[in-house]
């Protein structure tokens, strides 16, 4: 991972099977279900713990698959810390 002033990278090798399998998986046998995956729900999860991280909120969250490599790019720009005069 990366963090860079206002802005948290990082690159996931072998993300992409990953998160598809995670995104497919099926809730464990006698757990309670889970809602339905979708890219909307990771990127507010994601975004979620970045900003719980960096006690800063998220105002934008780029990903980038790439199914060749296999390898995923995630990209959090946070807002930009207040001024305290």
């Known amino acids: 991972m990366e963090f ?3 802005v948290v990278r990082w690159v996931i090798t072998g993300g992409t099977a990953a998160f598809a399998e995670g995104m497919a998986a099926e ?3 006698g757990a309670a279900p ?3 995956r979708t890219m909307t729900g ?3 999860d994601t975004a979620a713990a970045v900003a719980k991280a960096t006690h800063r909120r998220v105002v934008a969250v780029i990903s980038k698959h790439d199914k ?3 390898i995923a ?3 959090f ?3 930009s810390p207040r001024k305290k005069y």
Request: hydrophobic share 10%.
């Open 4 to 6: 860079d002033g206002s």
């Open 77 to 79: 720009i946070l807002e």
């Open 34 to 36: 889970k809602p339905e």
């Open 73 to 75: 790019r995630e990209t």
């Open 68 to 70: 060749k490599t296999g």
């Open 42 to 44: 990771y990127k507010r």
């Open 27 to 29: 809730p464990e046998e």
